[in-house]
């Protein structure tokens, strides 16, 4: 199967439905990817993101029960697909090739 080109944004969407194994919800994807990155991130940049992903087959969503904290609204559960996690470990083969063949470790000066 061709390997299907992610974006920086996309690759940490998908490795944060990933890493929140089932329980990925837009807010709760928003509020991780700014922990972590340190990023500004708005919710709507978060939803074409899965959008996008999902339509590559990467994720997959379902609706999830009611909540209290919601109003009685359902979440939309995003999860990674097969082919998600394919792509995923293709990235991370590259990305540890890669740093693995540099000459000098890089150092950093504080």
């Known amino acids: 199967m061709k390997r299907t080109y992610l974006g920086e944004f996309e690759e940490i969407v998908l490795l944060t439905v990933a890493v929140l194994n089932g329980q990925a ?21 978060v939803h074409s993101a899965l959008q996008r992903l999902e339509e590559k087959g990467m994720v997959r969503s379902e609706m999830g029960e009611a909540t209290n904290e919601r109003g009685g609204r359902r979440k939309r559960l995003f999860s990674v697909t097969a082919y998600g996690h394919r792509t995923l470990q293709e990235i991370q083969e590259v990305r540890l090739s890669f740093w693995q063949r540099l000459a000098h470790p890089l150092k950093f000066s504080v």
């Open 25 to 45: 919800y837009g807010v709760v994807l928003m509020h991780e990817i700014i922990e972590r990155t340190g990023r500004s991130v708005r919710l709507n940049q």
